[in-house]
Structures are given as C-alpha cells and as structure tokens.
C-alpha cells in the first residue's frame, strides 16, 4: 500500500509530462508551419519552397561554366541588364556564359558595351528576339514587358540543343550571392523535376486581392518566374514546346489574357504537371512587389541571395524596408564597372579580344618616362554605353545634319540650351563615371527640354584615368550619328538659331556629296556677357562685333595661330584618311578642356573652305565650324611641352616636313585675299603658301614623338600649338 501523499506526486508528474509532451508537439507544428512559409524541406512533402535551413548544396567546381538566359529589350532594360551582370560579376566566382535574347536596340548597345568592357571568363551570345516573336505573338498579354515578357516559353528550343541546364532571370534581378550556389541547386532535382522556381511572394493566385479578381490556374500561392532554374534536356525530352501551347490555348478559352506575361502560363503548366516543378528557398527570390508578404521570407532568413524588384514601380515600391532594398540596388547601380575587369585565379579561360595584346603593349611602357600617364591613355579601353537614353533616330533625308560634340559632367548645363539652338538630330558622347551616368539620367528625366527631344543619341563614354580622351569621346560620337553629313563641335559653342536648316540648304546649293568634298567653316565668337540676346542675322552680329560686345573667338589668347586666316579655300594636301575616317584616338588632354583652338580636317582629296557668314556661331562663349562626315576632326592642345620631347619649329619651306593634316582656316572679315595657311605650326604663323601651289612639302628628319602618345609611322602633331 502506497503511501497517503504518493498519489498525489505521482498525478502531478505526469500532468508535468502531458503538459510538456503537448509543448513539444505545438512547437513542432509552428515549426512545420514556418517552415511551410519559408520553404524548409521539413515542411513535408507537400510544402512549396525549401529554405535556407535546410543543408546547404555543395558549390560547383571551382571553374565550371555556368549559364544564364536574360531577355532584353529597349534602351531602358539594356540599363538594368548592366546592374544585373555588375551584381552577377561581383560575387562570382565561375566562369559565365551569358546567352541573351535581345532586340536590335538592345544588341547594337550591350554588343558595344561587353566588347569594350573586356571581362575576363565571360561569354556573351545573342539570339535575335524578332525572330522568336512569331511563336508568341498569338497570346493576348496585359504585361507591361509586351510580348518580350513571353519569350522565355520558347528557351528550350532557341539555346543550343547541346546545352542541359541555364538560369534564367529578369532584368530587375540583383543578387547579393553568388550565382554558383544557385547553380547548385540543381543537384536537388529529383529524375523527374525541371523547373525550379521560387514560390510567388503574394496573394495575387489565390484570387482575394480584390473583387472579381480571377487570375490563372496555379499550385497554391503558385510560383515567380524571375529566377527559373531549367533543365532543358527533361523538358525537351517531355515535349515542352506541345506542353505550354496546349495548356496556352486551353485557358485562353475561359480567360481573357495574360496578366503576368509567361508567369501565368508556367502556373498552368504546373498545375497540371505538379512533378515538373522544384521549390527554391525563397531567399533565391525575394520579391518586392505591391502587394508582397516577402518580409515573411527575409525576416527569419539568415541572409537574402536574389532582391526582384518585381513591381511597375521598380525602386518607387511602397515597403517598410525599401530604403534598405533601394540602397543595395544603388551600389552596384553607381559602382565602377571597371573594377569588375579582374581575372578568376587558378580558371584557364580565353581572354578578350585583344586583352592579349593590351597587357604585352602595357608591360612595354616606363613608369619613369615623363609621359608615362600620356601613353598610358592611349592604350586604355574605355567602356561604351551607347544611346544611353532612349533614342528615335529622325526620318532619313539627303541632306540631313548631326550636330556631334562630346563634354564631361562638368558642361550638363549646355544640353539644354543647345537644344533650343539646335533642332536637328545631335550625337553626344559623355564622358562619365558610372556614378555619374545615374545623375545624368535623373538630370535629363528632369528637364521638360530634354526629354522632350528623341533624336537626340546620348552615347556614355565610361571614365578611366586622369586624361580626357577628346578624339576617342569624338569618334564614339562620329560613329553613331545616322545622317550623310556632321556638324562636329565643342559643347560650350552655341549655333544661330537658324544654322540646322541653313546648313542643309547650302549643301543642296552647293551640290556636296561623294563627288565634291568640301569644309563649310562657320565664323565663331565670343561675349563676356551672361545676359546676352542671340543676334537673329549677320548685320546685328557685325553691330556687336563692331560695339565690343562681341569678340573673335579667343582672339587675345591665341592671336597667333588666326593670323594669316582668310575666308579663302584653305591648303590643301592629300593625305591617308585613318581607318575608317576616325579621329586618332591617341591624342588625349591633360585637362578637361573647355575649348580646343584648332581645326584640323584629314582629307583624301583637296578640299576648300567656304564661308558662311550668314549662320555664324557664337560661343556662350561659343564657336562652330561644320564638315562632311567622317572628314574632320579637332587636334588637341599638347598637354605638357616644357616637359616633353617636341618638333623642331622649321623655319623654311625647303627644310619643313609635309604638314601631316591639312589645316581648314577660320575666315577673316577685313581679310578676303584668297591664300593658304602654311602648316601651322611647322612655319611662322605669319607665313601663307598661295593656294597654286599645293604640291607636297619636303620631307624632313625624324622629330621625337610628341606627348600626345602617337605611335610609329604616324606623322606627329605640330609642336607650337599652344596649351590651354
């Protein structure tokens, strides 16, 4: 017999026991039900989306080719395709194969950009999106992206047949990861899955975000698609293509469209075919939509992958974490590409083109040689963004103008007012960091002048080392304008209102064309004057010239190198046009120029000069001089002659050289006998050569190359062409 109080203990122990074994079990179930919600592999076998939680998938090997489907289209998603690949190069680790699918906009600008930007162990393909529309273009779809937003249905069949497996992502993708522990997650497919995609971050397929909201059929909350891990051997194999177009053309008897593009129709798919799909963690896809319940995801996460800014909105999204969000998509938005051209240790990969060549010409140069920065410059690559902006070229006419220039950060103000000037199609290239791009792109979205004008092509020239490099921002410019003919100028120079069809007038006049190449050369002034009315005609002009409220362009400053100008045909002497009618790219600045004070035009036949008066420029302070295209070009200023070696200054015809570039004079209005400038430089400025005789020049020994970084076999620069 038990004694009277053991009962009594013995209850207590085991409402302990019971209470303790029922803690257990809710625990558990909260424990399964937050693993439900964030994808852990605990959460059973009918739970969506495994998590972090779980053990981690073993890395790739180390140099293993990983790669990854983006489509593209416009000039707008080729920007954010940039920061997606900043953010992709940053954290990688594995050589890239990039395959993209992309219009002729998007090609011509991201074809520019990879050439130029030179990132080792990445490789780039394209596909042509006009070409892969036919077999989407019969599905009504509401989605903003249009019917770009459906071609990643047609993946498998457009990407090598040889190519098993691809990650596929939208252009608003960031990832904060590297991309080789996504890739790993293919190890995790089961024999029959192909799909891997994260769960959707939203209400939006359980059809209670509003009344009479009906979307598309999908598996529970249903799935994002703007990161897809596809196995395209399984669904080639299942017979894809039949697949979705049967799924396709079924709901579209009950529904109207597409709401999301080729997300609705892969949830139908899945719907149907459960066994194709693999649950991600959705750290893989954080999505910052309208209506996301995404902070569910990252607030018990240990650390986020993938941030989709899967919203219209982008960065303007409503959340309470946004800032957080916006400022690590800015990060890799403003950061230096060029940092990203570091090579991968320990993976033999192919090497740009011309990387080889860039590294053995480089190695060469001596770090004690005064000029060292100079020639430096002259081997840099510089990145190119081409229209940067969106751009719709004019139609094409006979006689059409382009009005090209080049400016740094420091001349933004002048778009505005050139502009107004000028209302013809311009191409200007942008000297710019890549912080700088994003203040030039949110300046433009701000001014009504601006963004008003489509035809004009905004190329960035991405900004390395401490030169400017003039020639090359102008042959970047040079090579994108569309139109038979080019006004090539400095960007502080404003044209009479008037010069844009007054060009195009006297080239019709005048009969220029493949046959009669000439140089109009427009007279350029300046004022002093911040509040100074335009004059409207040459008699005004000439009024304020003759009051001293206008000047000759730099007139005191570099008097020298005017005199002996007329309005007259200039000398003449033909020489070897570069490849192309390019400017050379070596001459660079030492400073960032507000002005260069020389024309000189490269020519295969003997050209003349011709005098337009009647649209004369005025430097705010400003200066013009127009010529047909692929002729001329400007020679900068040397940057440094006390320091570097320079030409000997000839004094006579019989030992001076042959001038190595023809130089197109300004007109002089008290002046209007018709003589030639010699070559400047290379005589006194006082000397003129009569326009009878242009016969070549004697040849002279060889000078010491200039500062200006010429290579061999190029004829250098003249010496005595002042400095700014």
């Not at 439900?36 to 180390?62: F, H, V, Y």
Request: charged residues 15%; aromatic residues 8%; proline residues 10%.
């Amino acid at each position: 017999m038990l004694p009277r109080g053991r009962p009594r203990a013995l209850g207590a122990a085991a409402l302990l026991l019971l209470l303790l074994l029922l803690g257990f079990l809710l625990f558990d179930w909260r424990l399964r039900g937050a693993a439900a919600l964030d994808g852990d592999p605990l959460a059973g076998p009918r739970d969506s989306n495994p998590s972090d939680c779980g053990p981690q998938p073993l890395p790739p090997p180390k140099c293993e080719l990983l790669h990854v489907a983006i489509v593209c289209a416009g000039h707008n998603s080729s920007r954010d395709v940039i920061t997606l690949v900043k953010s992709m190069l940053f954290y990688r680790k594995n050589p890239l194969h990039l395959h993209l699918v992309t219009d002729a906009v998007a090609r011509n600008i991201l074809e520019t950009l990879f050439h130029t930007w030179m990132v080792p162990a990445v490789r780039v393909s394209f596909y042509d999106a006009d070409e892969l529309k036919p077999q989407v273009s019969w599905i009504p779809n509401k989605h903003y992206s249009g019917l770009y937003g459906l071609m990643k249905l047609v993946l498998p069949g457009t990407l090598p047949a040889e190519l098993a497996r691809v990650i596929v992502l939208d252009t608003d993708i960031t990832f904060a990861s590297d991309i080789a522990e996504l890739w790993a997650l293919f190890a995790h497919f089961s024999d029959t899955q192909a799909i891997g995609l994260v769960e959707n971050q939203s209400d939006w397929y359980l059809g209670n975000l509003w009344k009479n909201h009906r979307p598309w059929p999908a598996l529970g909350r249903g799935f994002n698609t703007g990161v897809i891990l596809l196995r395209l051997d399984r669904l080639r194999q299942a017979g894809w293509e039949q697949m979705w177009r049967l799924t396709a053309r079924r709901e579209l008897l009950t529904l109207p469209a597409t709401s999301l593009a080729d997300q609705d129709i892969f949830n139908a798919v899945i719907k149907e075919h459960p066994g194709l799909v693999r649950p991600l963690p959705c750290v893989w896809n954080v999505q910052l939509s309208d209506h996301t319940l995404a902070e569910r995801c990252y607030s018990e996460a240990s650390d986020l992958k993938v941030i989709h800014w899967n919203s219209p909105k982008k960065l303007r999204v409503k959340n309470k974490h946004v800032k957080l969000f916006r400022n690590f998509y800015l990060t890799f938005l403003e950061y230096d590409g060029n940092l990203l051209r570091r090579g991968l240790f320990g993976c033999p990969s192919q090497p740009p083109s011309g990387a080889e060549q860039l590294q053995q010409a480089l190695a060469q140069l001596d770090e004690e040689d005064p000029c060292f920065e100079f020639r430096q410059q002259q081997l840099t690559v510089h990145r190119v963004h081409v229209t940067f902006l969106p751009h719709e070229p004019p139609p094409s006419q006979p006689h059409d103008v382009t009005l090209v220039a080049q400016l740094s950060m420091d001349r933004l103000q002048m778009l505005e007012a050139l502009c107004r000037h000028w209302p013809g199609p311009m191409s200007l290239a942008l000297y710019l960091t890549d912080a700088e791009a994003q203040q030039f792109l949110r300046f433009v979205e701000a001014s009504p002048v601006l963004a008003a004008r489509q035809d004009v092509a905004y190329h960035v020239v991405y900004r390395e080392g401490p030169l400017y490099p003039v020639n090359q921002l102008r042959n970047v410019a040079l090579a994108q304008a569309l139109t038979p003919y080019v006004f090539l100028s400095d960007i502080d120079f404003l044209p009479a209102y008037s010069l844009y069809d007054y060009l195009r007038a006297s080239i019709e006049q005048l009969g220029l064309g493949s046959r009669r190449k000439a140089a109009l050369v427009v007279p350029a002034f300046e004022t002093l004057h911040y509040r100074f009315s335009f004059p409207p005609s040459k008699v005004e002009l000439l009024a304020l010239l003759d009051a001293g409220a206008l000047y000759t362009f730099s007139l005191a400053s570099i008097r020298p190198c005017r005199t002996g100008t007329t309005s007259g045909p200039g000398a003449t002497h033909p020489q070897t046009m570069p490849a192309g009618g390019r400017l050379r790219p070596h001459t660079v600045c030492s400073g960032w120029p507000t002005m260069n004070p020389m024309w000189w035009c490269h020519v295969t036949v003997p050209a003349m000069t011709l005098d337009l008066w009647a649209s004369a420029g005025t430097r705010w302070p400003t200066s013009w001089s127009w010529m047909p295209r692929n002729m001329s070009s400007w020679c900068c200023p040397r940057p440094s002659p006390s320091i570097c070696p320079t030409l000997q200054a000839w004094t006579s015809l019989a030992s001076a050289p042959a001038p190595p570039i023809v130089a197109a004079s300004r007109p002089s209005r008290t002046n209007s006998t018709r003589t030639c400038p010699a070559a400047m430089g290379l005589l006194p400025s006082n000397t003129s050569q009569p326009c009878s005789s242009p016969g070549a020049l004697p040849e002279a020994p060889e000078a010491a190359p200039l500062c200006t970084g010429q290579t061999p076999g190029q004829p250098s620069l003249p010496s005595a062409i002042p400095a700014i």
